[in-house]
């Protein structure tokens, strides 16, 4: 061989394998943005337990790249977003958005990603918007949209009750839940005699609790999460209301029974996720997830997991490189994940189509006791992509 040839070679050979040997060694980078702290620190945590965990028994890499995390604690402060969200963006670079539980924080953060053309995944906030006027291409959601979670609420307590009154937090997660709570009670013949509502994340129940006294509907409708969940049970069962006004709610007794003790026994939910769910997948999430944690998993930690295995299908479609991004979307758009809920796939404004079940606290136990709506889709009328 000539020695220009040769080198010419080499110098080929070199590039090509410095080009692989970038793309192999970059680490796949995941932005994590949760509340760590504050009334839903616990729902982040869980989130990213579940997350790691889908990630871990994939081998934590694809194609050669690991997968690294960049967690920021967002403290449900919708001021805060815009900054956080750049800096994962930005700074870190990271290959995909995760986040969050608050509705306010995720809508900041949908438009950031929506500017940027960043990937994001949703794995609990539900604000209507994320997947409604706000839809796009990079943005998916593996939990469910605010409609969702309050319609199947609606349609539990039509088939129980004629009057309501609902309470809820003010802001998008309390008055868009409430909404689909209203839309399925009143199709189903019930009627909404009051809206009651308070600031988040205050638990000042109290005056409310008197108002729902004074009204005497059939049963009351609630929005409030994470630990604010274990003052509304307990201040309503103080107040001698739980044997005579029902307390419903999505998401009331989830993951807080130990702490809630006798105030949430024999409750009734409506949420997609329930304790007893009779699947392999199911049975075997909880196994994995209790050896990895040391505890029983909650929706939260299935919408961790859940958000994983939909960022997994994108990854595994092109084996690891991020840059194939358009590609990644229709594999995650086309995904039908076998999730411990259930089966679970993506409507075309990216929300999930999943079954809502009815749930009775038994225990320390939200156990399956029947279907409140079966496949339900969030119609998402003002998504246009
Ligand atoms: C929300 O802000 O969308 C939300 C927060 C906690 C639980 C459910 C929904």
């Known amino acids: 061989m000539q020695?220009?040839?040769?080198?010419?070679?080499?110098?080929?050979?070199?590039?090509?394998?410095?080009?692989?040997?970038?793309?192999?060694?970059?680490?796949?980078?995941?932005?994590?943005?949760?509340?760590?702290?504050?009334?839903?620190?616990?729902?982040?945590?869980?989130?990213?337990?579940?997350?790691?965990?889908?990630?871990?028994?994939?081998?934590?890499?694809?194609?050669?790249?690991?997968?690294?995390?960049v967690a920021v604690d967002d403290e449900s402060a919708p001021a805060k977003a815009n900054e956080n969200a750049n800096k994962l963006i930005k700074r870190d670079k990271v290959d995909v958005l995760v986040g969050t539980v608050h509705s306010g924080v995720a809508l900041t953060m949908a438009r950031v990603a929506k500017s940027t053309g960043t990937l994001m995944i949703i794995p609990n906030a539900g604000a209507d918007e994320l997947t409604g006027?706000?839809?796009a291409?990079?943005?998916?959601?593996?939990?469910?949209?605010?409609?969702?979670?309050?319609?199947?609420?609606?349609?539990?307590?039509?088939?129980?009750?004629?009057?309501?009154?609902?309470?809820?937090?003010?802001?998008?997660?309390?008055?868009?839940?409430?909404?689909?709570?209203?839309?399925?009670?009143?199709?189903?013949?019930?009627?909404?005699?009051?809206?009651?509502?308070?600031?988040?994340?205050?638990t000042e129940f109290?005056?409310?609790?008197?108002?729902?006294?004074?009204?005497?509907?059939?049963?009351t409708y609630s929005f409030v999460a994470g630990a604010a969940q274990v003052k509304l049970t307990k201040d309503y069962e103080a107040a001698g209301l739980k044997d005579k006004?029902?307390?419903?709610?999505?998401?009331?007794?989830?993951?807080?029974?130990?702490?809630?003790?006798?105030?949430?026994?024999?409750?009734?939910t409506a949420l997609h996720?329930?304790?007893?769910?009779?699947?392999?997948?199911?049975?075997?999430?909880?196994?994995?997830?209790k050896k990895a944690h040391g505890e029983d998993p909650d929706v939260f930690a299935v919408q961790g997991y859940d958000s994983a295995q939909l960022f997994l299908a994108g990854l595994e479609a092109v084996n690891g490189d991020t840059s194939k991004k358009d590609e990644m979307i229709?594999?995650?758009?086309?995904?039908k994940l076998d999730s411990p809920r259930g089966p679970l796939s993506f409507s075309k404004s990216h929300n999930p189509v999943?079954?809502?079940?009815?749930?009775?606290?038994?225990?320390?136990?939200?156990?399956?006791?029947?279907?409140?709506?079966?496949?339900?889709?969030?119609?998402s009328p003002d998504c246009k992509m």
């Open 273 to 289: 996720y329930a304790d007893g769910l009779d699947t392999p997948r199911n049975k075997s999430f909880i196994q994995a997830y």
């Open 133 to 135: 006027a706000l839809c």
């Open 137 to 202: 291409p990079n943005i998916f959601r593996a939990s469910f949209s605010n409609w969702q979670a309050g319609y199947a609420v609606g349609a539990l307590m039509a088939q129980k009750h004629k009057t309501a009154v609902s309470l809820a937090w003010r802001y998008a997660g309390g008055d868009e839940q409430t909404a689909g709570f209203k839309e399925a009670f009143e199709k189903g013949g019930g009627k909404v005699l009051r809206h009651l509502s308070l600031p988040f994340p205050s």
């Open 330 to 335: 229709v594999a995650m758009q086309n995904a």
């Open 354 to 379: 999943m079954n809502m079940y009815i749930r009775e606290a038994k225990g320390n136990q939200n156990v399956m006791i029947g279907m409140a709506v079966e496949g339900l889709s969030d119609p």
């Open 245 to 268: 006004i029902p307390l419903y709610g999505a998401f009331l007794t989830e993951g807080t029974l130990e702490a809630q003790g006798s105030s949430a026994q024999g409750m009734l």
């Open 3 to 69: 020695r220009n040839s040769f080198t010419r070679l080499f110098a080929v050979a070199a590039l090509a394998t410095a080009a692989c040997g970038a793309h192999a060694a970059d680490n796949i980078k995941v932005g994590l943005m949760l509340p760590y702290s504050g009334t839903f620190a616990e729902l982040g945590q869980n989130i990213t337990k579940g997350f790691k965990l889908a990630i871990d028994e994939q081998g934590g890499e694809v194609g050669g790249r690991t997968i690294e995390y």
């Open 206 to 219: 109290q005056p409310l609790l008197t108002e729902i006294a004074t009204l005497q509907p059939d049963a």
